[in-house]
């Protein structure tokens, strides 16, 4: 009997449901919206479905803000079509994989409304406080995610909440064992209705330093001093220990932005997290970097050689728990085929090579919705209609710096997180098929890149990401092993092999065509998939711009 776990051979698909489909008018997806569209989604080929949440939400973050944990927002839906939802998804033999927010909640929630009501509160130490310093100032020199310090003074009393992210959002206390038990009756509440796996949000950040040292800048993150806290581990295997992790076979997804891949595997070796999502996969070009400005909203072109080298340690150093998870975007980043790919002239040649070079490497793919029509990233022109944190910081000192205006908008909308969170194009009509009311966001309407005209069209994105995701369910890109070839810095070549079958992908990342000579075994082997412009020529393969070849011999 095969000791697989199911997400051992996952595809996934990535839907943020505000942005998916509108079947009630009111311009916000909703619940009903994926069930309606879930048989699309399995035409896919992907076998696991990831929600963003639709729990009871403030919606100051999106859904992060969590009011109840336990009731569904009637902003996407009810209970009962949350229900009606998940057992669609197991009806067709599909996951669901729900996202949870465990660092924080919303200053709304019942446990923080109680805990405000005083030290002596039982629910007090749900959250993390600190008295003032001498002079009444705050507790110490940390700034939060959002902007501003990451400690606010509660109006009744005399401390300071933390909240590492936005002002609403209070970091709970994991240090506290009846908040840790919170927690895992939560996780709980939703294994018992059916869920398949759960993405911890933001858990690298539960153990806080209590003795809060000062960031050695005069003011600095609070995440720089508590991430990967020695105290995780402990928090982690206490949870698994409460909860049906094993016996129902759960997937547990941790994202963890920083993580190199030692620290990938410290969190994965000992099987209380899964998988790590981690956002070291894209290094950019420093050298490009505008040191007059911030740095963290500036658009930087991809650094190809590094990438090479970070995804050739990921496949080594994870091979042997069938490979790390393998993603381009989602919705705390912007479009990856619009920001290092081509959303202009090889825009489509661009999103298939993107999918073939990562998706058919060992590991489990990621589809972010959209990503499979070569949707591409919101274009704001007012800075100030984008929620996404240092915009307004950033916007003005590009102007001081002597920025245009178009300047400065041209690396948000290819840097802010709110531009990769467009609604759905499933046509070319006026509101692409999303909605019969006033969408939520700004959205793209475009002719060829929504689903019904790609449906038409045998060569499009989408037709070739069911190819892809076909070949990938064979055994040789499931189980098969990786091996990264030595070629120029703009060209992405590998094998996998698996007993006597091997398949070849070569992959030209750029806008210029590229050349690589095939050795012997390679020159007369079936071609399995490819985009357009590619040939063979006298035991040369000639790329296209943004080309992409997939060889398979056995």
Same mark, same amino acid.
């Not at 606010?152 to 970091?171: A, R, T, V």
């Not at 899964?274 to 970097?289: A, R, S």
């Not at 505008?290 to 080594?316: C, S």
């Given at each position: ?12 698909? =990535? ?29 896919? *080929? ?112 005399? =401390? ?54 000062? +960031? ?12 990967? *806290?020695?105290?995780? =581990? ?10 049906? +992790? ?7 997804? *941790? ?24 956002? %070291? ?33 990921? =496949? ?14 989602? +919705? ?130 989408? +037709? ?58 390679? %020159? ?22 943004? *080309? ?7």
């Amino acid at each position: 009997m095969s000791n697989k776990k199911w997400w051992e051979s996952a595809i996934v698909y =990535q839907i943020y449901p505000r942005s998916f489909r509108d079947t009630n008018g009111d311009g916000i997806g909703d619940i009903q919206g994926i069930r309606e569209k879930l048989d699309y989604i399995q035409s896919l *080929g992907v076998n696991a479905i990831w929600i963003n949440p639709m729990i009871l939400s403030n919606q100051k973050d999106k859904g992060y803000d969590v009011i109840d944990y336990k009731k569904v927002d009637p902003l996407f839906g009810t209970e009962a079509e949350s229900d009606a939802l998940i057992k669609a998804i197991h009806d067709r033999g599909m996951k669901v994989i729900f996202d949870f927010p465990l660092n924080h909640t919303s200053d709304q929630h019942p446990w923080f409304q109680e805990a405000l009501k005083g030290e002596d509160n039982p629910y007090r130490p749900y959250y993390i406080w600190a008295d003032p310093k001498e002079d009444g100032s705050h507790p110490n020199n940390w700034t939060a995610a959002f902007g501003g310090s990451a400690w606010s003074k509660e109006l009744n009393g005399n =401390q300071y909440y933390l909240h590492l992210f936005m002002d609403s959002m209070p970091d709970v206390n994991w240090d506290h064992p009846l908040l840790r038990k919170e927690m895992a009756d939560v996780l709980n509440y939703w294994i018992d209705k059916g869920i398949d796996g759960f993405r911890l949000d933001a858990f690298i950040y539960i153990d806080v330093n209590k003795e809060f040292p000062e +960031h050695p800048d005069e003011m600095g993150p609070g995440q720089d001093l508590n991430e990967h *806290g020695e105290n995780i =581990q402990a928090y982690l295997r206490e949870m698994e220990e409460e909860i049906a +992790h094993k016996e129902k076979d759960v997937f547990i997804v *941790g994202e963890a932005t920083s993580a190199d891949t030692e620290l990938a595997n410290w969190y994965t070796e000992k099987n209380l997290i899964d998988k790590i999502i981690t956002m %070291q996969y894209f290094p950019e070009k420093e050298e490009h970097l505008d040191e007059g400005v911030p740095e963290r909203k500036q658009h930087l072109p991809l650094d190809v050689a590094k990438f090479k080298n970070i995804q050739k340690a990921f =496949q080594e150093q994870q091979k042997e728990s069938g490979g790390p998870l393998l993603f381009w975007n989602n +919705h705390d980043m912007p479009r990856s085929q619009h920001k290092y790919g081509d959303a202009d002239e090889h825009r489509s040649n661009a999103a298939k090579m993107m999918a073939a070079l990562l998706y058919l490497q060992k590991g489990i793919p990621i589809i972010y919705y959209g990503e499979e029509i070569g949707m591409k990233n919101l274009s704001f022109d007012d800075p100030g209609n984008i929620s996404d944190a240092g915009v307004q910081k950033f916007y003005e000192a590009t102007r001081k710096a002597g920025w245009s205006h178009e300047e400065a908008m041209h690396h948000l909308n290819l840097t802010a997180r709110d531009v990769s969170r467009g609604i759905m194009q499933w046509d070319a009509s006026e509101k692409v098929g999303f909605t019969e009311g006033l969408p939520w966001t700004l959205y793209n309407r475009e002719p060829v890149y929504n689903v019904k005209d790609q449906e038409k069209d045998e060569n499009s994105i989408l +037709h070739f990401y069911r190819r892809l995701l076909q070949l990938k369910k064979t055994d040789v890109f499931q189980n098969g092993a990786f091996k990264l070839l030595d070629t120029t810095e703009t060209t992405y070549v590998y094998t996998r092999t698996l007993d006597e079958e091997s398949a070849l992908v070569c992959c030209n990342f750029s806008d210029t065509p590229a050349s690589l000579e095939l050795t012997d075994e390679w %020159q007369n082997a079936p071609i399995r998939l490819q985009n357009e412009g590619n040939r063979l020529a006298e035991g040369r393969l000639h790329l296209a711009p943004y *080309g992409a070849v997939v060889f398979g011999k056995q």
